[in-house]
């Protein structure tokens, strides 16, 4: 069973930079395509930024130019870089392969931007 944890969250200014992190128990990554996902206080949850085995890598409007996909197969980590930020990107950040696979979601971490 593949457990993924997400880490990095927190509170941060508008204008403010986090870089969140998605630990997986297995070599999954090498594997399949993963993707960072967000779900913000009473809404659905939205797919945000997804990177492939081979490191091509995609993003919502809402990312583009903002946020940055990385992975490190060797650490079993993806990675989401986010500047920029504004009060709108405030939700439970998780991560997932894509698309996503029902079991694989995990605890999510909390990014609050606000001034």
């Known amino acids: 069973q593949v457990q993924l944890v997400e880490s990095g969250g927190g509170l941060v200014q508008p204008g403010g930079s986090l870089r969140l992190s998605c630990a997986a128990s297995?070599?999954?990554?090498?594997?399949?395509?993963m993707g960072w996902y967000r779900q913000a206080p009473g809404k659905q949850r939205e797919w945000v930024a997804g990177?492939?085995?081979?490191?091509?890598?995609t993003y919502a409007d809402s990312a583009k130019g903002r946020f940055t996909i990385s992975n490190d197969n060797a650490k079993n980590t993806v990675y989401l870089q986010m500047n920029s930020l504004k009060p709108e990107d405030t939700a439970v950040y998780y991560c997932?392969?894509?698309?996503?696979?029902?079991?694989?979601w995990g605890q999510g971490t909390q990014v609050t931007v606000s001034s």
């Open positions: 997932n392969t894509l698309p996503s696979r029902p079991n694989y």
């Open positions: 297995g070599s999954i990554f090498n594997i399949y395509t």
């Open positions: 990177i492939t085995s081979g490191g091509r890598t």
